[in-house]
């Protein structure tokens, strides 16, 4: 059985298929969730493979999904992910009453250097505002970053060319550049 298979015989009311589920999608899940995580402090409370069992639980339980193949998950992966390390970084934030939330560096830069990093909630807050001017740049960025997709990939889900995805991809890193480290 491959991931779409699976997908569509959970989808249909074969509860059992999330266990077959499992194997085809976890090495991809755990590889991004790792990269996330790699800006993270060495005690962060949530490791990697919290962070993909919370998500997978998250869309094994969404039944109002209408899976469209192994892409599609991986793009719904992307928004879960980033909605629990959003989260997770809110909690942590509370709970310190805001002091020294830790950066999580992004997987192709966003940012110009190599140097800086970026936090969740700084990212989360940046994307929300950009969705509000190019809701598409903004998924872009989360189909990219938070789901880990090709740009081929990402221009699927969206219905869109592979160049326009680039050039999308291009001027939103541009914006978040500008709007995370307006000092560069």
């Known amino acids: 059985m491959d991931t779409t298979d699976a997908l569509e015989s959970h989808a249909a009311g074969r509860h059992d298929a999330a266990s077959e589920l499992v194997p085809l999608v976890y090495d991809r899940l755990r590889a991004l969730a790792g990269r996330y995580m790699q800006g993270e402090r060495a005690d962060h409370s949530l490791r990697p493979s919290d962070l993909v069992h919370e998500a997978f639980l998250r869309l094994i339980d969404t039944s109002r999904v209408s899976w469209q193949g192994k892409t599609h998950f991986f793009a719904v992966s992307a928004r879960q992910m980033r909605r629990i390390l959003v989260e997770h970084a809110r909690a942590r934030k509370a709970a310190k009453r805001g002091a020294g939330d830790r950066p999580v560096t992004l997987i192709e830069s966003i940012v110009p250097s190599p140097g800086p990093s970026l936090d ?5 807050e940046a994307l929300t505002k950009l ?3 190019s809701p598409r740049q903004s998924r872009v960025v989360e189909l990219r970053f938070f789901g880990g997709l090709t740009i081929r990939e990402a221009a699927h889900v969206l219905g869109i060319s592979e160049k326009t995805l680039t050039l999308d991809w291009r ?6 550049s500008r709007e ?3 000092e560069i």
């Open 171 to 176: 001027v939103a890193r541009a914006w978040l």
């Open 120 to 124: 969740v909630l700084a990212l989360d």
């Open 131 to 133: 969705e509000t001017l």
């Open 180 to 182: 995370l480290h307006p």
